[in-house]
């Protein structure tokens, strides 16, 4: 089971359990997790991404050699964020990277993200957006986050056809309907997780929406239980070959085996 949604360290507005590497790495394992890819709560609010990047690929070293995979954070948004790009490619050798364009105050038809996703491209990345984060009913007043619209998705991924994304956190979630399902499902390159897929049936809904083969496992671990989206594919009652792609193959091709051996290596 490959778990393509993970994150390290503190959530900024408290703390959940099994934040930490040691801790996280011994629970997924626990539950038949034979691969993370991970990011760090770190980089929602901490504007020094490089420390951030250096941070997680440290402890996915330390603590989950050939088990995390890293997936660096870059904000287009920040000064000098085309070295923080190099350094995730050359330094860490991680095989993808991870934006949060609603936290790190952009849009998806901001110029500069066609120039990140283009460049990604070229260094042959797998791009994941978190369209989401937490619940809007739970957020601090104070820093209310709405979800990512991906609707400018349409436009980038046809000019970028080799590039590979991933939506996180997508779909119907906490009464807020991102809506991404009927004008992107065509998109050949988009992949999605279900995690926040909160409807009956939600994972076969996308999986007819969209495709067997671009839906891959993830849990919004640990800030979500595991089990959730663990019991969202039992609920599902999928074909075994569809199962299967859902917990394993689909990632296995999203990441590609080789840029997967280069970015843990």
Same mark, same amino acid.
């Given at each position: 089971?490959?778990?393509?949604?993970?994150?390290?360290?503190?959530?900024?507005?408290?703390?959940?359990?099994?934040?930490?590497?040691?801790?996280?790495?011994?629970?997924?394992?626990?539950?038949?997790? %034979? =691969?993370?890819?991970?990011?760090?709560?770190?980089?929602?609010?901490?504007?020094? #991404?490089? +420390?951030?990047?250096? @941070? &997680?690929?440290?402890?996915?070293?330390?603590?989950?050699?050939?088990?995390?995979?890293?997936?660096?954070?870059?904000?287009?948004?920040?000064?000098?964020?085309?070295?923080?790009?190099?350094?995730?490619v050359?330094?860490?050798?991680?095989?993808?990277?991870?934006?949060?364009?609603?936290?790190?105050?952009?849009?998806?038809?901001?110029?500069?993200v066609?120039?990140?996703l283009?460049?990604?491209?070229?260094?042959?990345?797998?791009?994941?957006?978190?369209?989401?984060?937490?619940?809007?009913? %739970? =957020?601090?007043?104070?820093?209310?986050?709405?979800?990512?619209?991906?609707?400018? #998705?349409? +436009?980038?991924?046809? @000019? &970028?056809?080799?590039?590979?994304?991933?939506?996180?956190?997508?779909?119907?979630?906490?009464?807020?309907?991102?809506?991404?399902?009927?004008d992107?499902?065509?998109?050949?390159?988009?992949?999605?997780?279900?995690?926040?897929?909160?409807?009956?049936?939600?994972?076969?809904?996308l999986?007819?929406?969209?495709?067997?083969?671009?839906?891959?496992?993830?849990?919004?671990?640990?800030?979500?239980?595991?089990?959730?989206?663990?019991?969202?594919?039992?609920?599902?009652?999928?074909?075994?070959?569809?199962?299967?792609?859902?917990?394993?193959?689909?990632?296995?091709?999203?990441?590609?085996?080789?840029?997967?051996?280069?970015?843990?290596?």
């Amino acid at each position: 089971m490959i778990d393509t949604n993970v994150d390290l360290f503190n959530w900024p507005f408290r703390r959940v359990v099994g934040d930490d590497p040691a801790s996280l790495v011994t629970n997924l394992r626990s539950k038949g997790v %034979t =691969q993370a890819w991970v990011c760090s709560y770190e980089a929602l609010l901490c504007r020094d #991404l490089t +420390g951030v990047n250096a @941070r &997680l690929a440290s402890a996915a070293t330390q603590f989950g050699l050939n088990f995390l995979v890293p997936f660096g954070s870059i904000s287009p948004k920040l000064p000098d964020w085309r070295e923080d790009l190099r350094r995730c490619v050359e330094v860490h050798r991680m095989p993808g990277i991870r934006l949060h364009p609603n936290y790190h105050g952009y849009t998806l038809d901001d110029p500069a993200v066609g120039e990140l996703l283009a460049l990604a491209a070229g260094k042959k990345l797998l791009v994941q957006i978190a369209v989401s984060m937490e619940d809007v009913r %739970t =957020q601090n007043p104070l820093m209310k986050i709405p979800p990512v619209d991906p609707g400018p #998705l349409v +436009g980038l991924l046809t @000019r &970028l056809p080799d590039l590979r994304v991933q939506l996180l956190n997508a779909g119907y979630h906490a009464g807020v309907n991102t809506g991404h399902i009927d004008d992107i499902s065509r998109l050949e390159n988009l992949h999605f997780d279900f995690a926040c897929q909160e409807s009956v049936a939600g994972l076969a809904k996308l999986i007819a929406q969209t495709s067997p083969n671009r839906v891959a496992f993830g849990s919004h671990y640990p800030f979500f239980y595991f089990e959730s989206s663990f019991l969202k594919v039992y609920e599902a009652l999928l074909p075994a070959e569809q199962e299967m792609a859902v917990m394993e193959g689909n990632a296995r091709r999203l990441i590609g085996e080789g840029a997967l051996a280069a970015g843990r290596n």
